[in-house]
């Protein structure tokens, strides 16, 4: 039945019968031994019966000795010595039937304690009578006569008890030493029928196991060869792994530094592109503003154009003045030509006359000179307006000119500023992939890291693999050895 089972298997129902028949002598001995514990306690029981037996006699001669003592001291001590025997007397009475188990025995105690009432009856009457005063060999007479004999059949009752007990002890004694002998007999029977059981299962068992062993040896010697071939091989693999996986990790590093320094160059860009941002802009606020000088330049260039065309037109109306001026002063040079001609023609009394006359000649001509500084100046003033109408016609139309520039400058910049935003964006996002980059390839770093140092503990392991494979290899042919050298005997 066990010929097609593992060793564990077969160690297993070894061990289970050796446990049962250990169990079986454990059980014996158990009951064998509860046995002999039992006598023993029956022994120690009848032991202390008759030491409870002795006590009631000893308490028994105590009462005689004190009611001697009373009778012949008339001495209460004594008195009261005999009730203390009397309580101990009857309380070692109740703990004898408390212990006695047999019927013959509590007969016996029976009779004691009827004996022991008789007693106390007759040793009463007589203290009663040395209490009365009656003479003491008068009492000592009715002593002998009622006391004396209840104390001897009292004391036989009791040596009764105790030759009981005493043979009942002898039967104890000898029902114990046979129950241990018997024990002795089975313990030794048992164990020895459990020895040679254990011996025919172990001589059983070895060869069984030692052919089983033998065979897993051999699979043992040609599985450690290939462990021990896997093992070299799985090391020199191990030991490349480490070199490669070395090697990627200084890559990993290298380019963990250049993803660093992009995404530095990144973060420059980005700050680059916002500041040409912000300066676009800027400069699209200046462009406003230009353009709003530029108009406001142009409003004043239109004012003073206006101012001019005023100016032309007052001169104009200055010319038709100085026209009517002029005539005035022709016709005012011809009256006095005339008002000379008259003062002449009237001779004394026209003289203060003429030299008015002469004046007002003077005065026309003063005017008819001024009137044509007048006009010099106010043709003069008329070639400035027209000039000046010129210039600011042409700054009107550069001011258009340098707006409608402005304007364009204006557009450029809020392209620029437009065309801006989606660099800084693209900028950032380059930063950020820079960054996740960075740090996937430092994780990925750690990750070598760890399959390096998993790589130098594979190696670590393999080589214990092949020292383990080595001393299996060393163990087995030992077993061989072993297993031979057993076949052998």
């Given at each position: ?437 960075a740090t996937a390839v430092e994780q990925v770093n750690v990750a ?42």
């Amino acid at each position: 039945m066990l010929r097609n089972r593992t060793i564990g298997q077969k160690l297993a129902w070894a061990f289970a019968l050796v446990l049962l028949l250990t169990a079986v002598v454990a059980g014996v001995a158990i009951r064998s031994l509860e046995s002999v514990e039992a006598s023993q306690t029956r022994l120690i029981e009848e032991g202390r019966e008759l030491t409870l037996a002795c006590r009631l006699g000893t308490a028994a001669e105590t009462e005689l000795a004190d009611t001697y003592g009373y009778l012949a001291s008339n001495d209460d001590a004594f008195l009261d010595d005999m009730r203390r025997q009397e309580k101990v007397f009857a309380d070692g009475l109740a703990d004898m039937r408390k212990e006695v188990d047999d019927s013959e025995g509590k007969r016996l105690l029976d009779e004691i304690e009827r004996t022991e009432t008789e007693h106390e009856k007759a040793r009463e009457s007589v203290v009663k009578l040395r209490q009365s005063g009656v003479a003491l060999e008068s009492v000592q007479s009715r002593m002998k006569q009622e006391q004396m004999p209840s104390f001897a059949k009292l004391e036989q009752k009791i040596t009764e008890f105790t030759l009981h007990e005493q043979t009942t002890l002898e039967h104890e004694q000898q029902r114990s030493r046979d129950t241990a002998t018997e024990a002795r007999r089975v313990i030794i029977g048992v164990s020895a029928l459990a020895l040679l059981i254990a011996a025919g299962l172990a001589f059983f068992l070895t060869r069984g196991l030692t052919r089983q062993i033998g065979g897993a040896v051999q699979h043992l010697q040609s599985s450690t060869a290939e462990l021990q071939s896997a093992a070299s091989q799985q090391a020199t693999g191990s030991k490349e792994q480490a070199s490669a996986t070395s090697e990627v990790s200084t890559t990993l590093k290298e380019l963990v530094a250049t993803a660093r320094q992009i995404g530095e160059s990144a973060q420059h860009v980005v700050r680059l592109a916002e500041a040409t941002r912000v300066a676009a802009k800027g400069g699209d606020q200046t462009g406003i503003l230009a353009q709003e000088a530029v108009a406001t330049t142009k409003r004043q260039v239109d004012l003073i154009v206006n101012h001019m065309l005023e100016l032309g037109k007052k001169s104009q109306q200055i010319g038709n003045v100085l026209e009517i001026v002029n005539e005035l002063a022709e016709q005012t040079n011809i009256l006095s030509i005339n008002a000379t001609i008259e003062a002449a023609g009237a001779g004394e009394a026209g003289k203060r006359f003429a030299s008015v006359a002469d004046e007002i000649r003077k005065l026309a001509d003063r005017t008819a000179g001024s009137t044509k500084e007048i006009r010099a100046l106010i043709d003069e003033i008329r070639a400035g307006v027209n000039t000046t109408v010129m210039a600011t016609e042409t700054g009107s139309k550069a001011a258009d000119a340098g707006a409608k520039q402005l304007i364009d400058v204006t557009g450029a910049f809020a392209k620029i500023g437009e065309t801006i935003l989606p660099t800084t964006q693209a900028a950032r996002e380059i930063e950020l992939s820079t960054k996740q980059q960075a740090t996937a390839v430092e994780q990925v770093n750690v990750a070598v890291a760890s399959v390096a140092q998993a790589a130098r503990e594979t190696e670590t392991s393999t080589t214990q693999t092949l020292q383990a494979a080595s001393q299996l290899a060393v163990l087995a042919k030992e077993l061989t050895q072993l297993i031979g050298a057993q076949a052998a005997r």
